[in-house]
């Protein structure tokens, strides 16, 4: 298991945003798969050296960004990508067909 060492520093990053971040390109790098679980609590806590409350609000923030869910008591899930789509405008069935080519 992959271990890593976090920025201690005065001035940086809160050490759940830096587990965050590291989990969240995991995730971009599909490292962590959709439909995959991420590692538990305590093999976070090792792969960082950080508290559990710690891991815990960064896997919480993934969960607030839609990347992640809870599923008791089998583990945290990767989610799928999400779909964004800007609504600039209202648009009947048949346009949007139309634009999508179908």
């Known amino acids: 298991m992959k271990t890593y060492t976090l920025d201690q520093h005065v001035g940086a990053k809160p050490l ?4 965050r971040d590291i989990l969240y390109q995991k995730i971009v790098d599909k490292e962590y798969a ?17 508290s559990r409350m710690t891991i ?3 896997v919480d923030a ?14 945290t899930r990767v ?3 999400r779909i ?19």
């Open 62 to 75: 993934l969960v607030r960004d839609g990347l992640v869910v809870k599923e008791r008591p089998k583990g």
């Open 34 to 50: 959709p439909g995959d679980f991420i590692p538990t609590e305590k093999e976070l806590e090792e792969m960082f050296g950080v």
């Open 84 to 102: 964004v789509e800007k609504l600039n405008k209202v648009t009947s069935f048949h346009e949007e067909m139309e634009r999508n080519n179908v």
């Open 79 to 81: 989610l799928g990508p």
């Open 16 to 19: 759940y945003g830096q587990v």
């Open 56 to 58: 815990r609000l960064a």
